[in-house]
């Protein structure tokens, strides 16, 4: 690599690629490789569904295989 004069070094290459960091706080990976999230419909409107329904959704679950590839991509981006 030659050096410019008037820059630093390292200036000529390209920037590191950031992780989508929404993405960051709703997953989380497991130590198999897998995604694990949350379930949605458990912040409000409650009332109405039944117990047994929001102890299910308060268990994590695991990203589908089918948009696993697309989220790592944007999670170790």
Do not use: C, F
Not at 4 to 10: M, T
Request: overall charge positive; proline content about 6%.
């Amino acid at each position: 690599m030659t050096t410019n004069p008037g820059r630093e070094p390292g200036e000529d290459e390209m920037p590191k690629q950031k992780s989508k960091r929404a993405l960051r706080k709703r997953v989380r990976l497991t130590g198999t490789g897998r995604l694990r999230r949350y379930h949605a419909y458990k912040s409000h409107i409650l009332t109405k569904k039944h117990p047994k329904r929001k102890r299910h959704l308060r268990k994590p679950a695991l990203v589908s295989h089918a948009d696993e590839r697309r989220l790592k991509r944007l999670l170790m981006a």
